[in-house]
């Protein structure tokens, strides 16, 4: 009985561990997110292009259509809205991205 518990807990302080060190060696190689993705590094350019807006709008630059556009812009405007604590300067760049690809789409 003992034997088996020690057992357990050792599997478990194994997997906790193990877990938290491959956490640890994924943000020491590029810093990934909570997803798995990276944060893209690089600001903004100084006009919009179409590389730019797809990147705002997490969308792929083929096979867009309105209602994809349409959708990516809803849900990330509403988590960056100003008026629910937002920025008003990255809420300005999503809506400048969707006016780009509507009008470019």
């Known amino acids: 009985m003992a034997t088996a518990l020690a057992v357990g807990v050792g599997v478990a302080g194994l997997a906790f561990f193990g877990r938290a060190g491959l956490v640890a060696l994924r943000r020491y190689r590029g810093g990934t ?32 259509t309105k209602d994809i556009i349409r959708k990516k812009h ?29 009008k470019n789409t």
């Open 33 to 64: 997110a909570a997803l798995g993705k990276a944060f893209y590094k690089g600001g903004f350019e100084k006009s919009m292009n179409k590389r730019e807006a797809a990147l705002i709008l997490e969308v792929s630059e083929r096979g867009l």
């Open 74 to 102: 809803r849900a990330l405007i509403m988590l960056n809205h100003p008026d629910r604590g937002g920025s008003p300067y990255l809420a300005t760049k999503i809506n400048e991205a969707k006016g780009f690809l509507d």
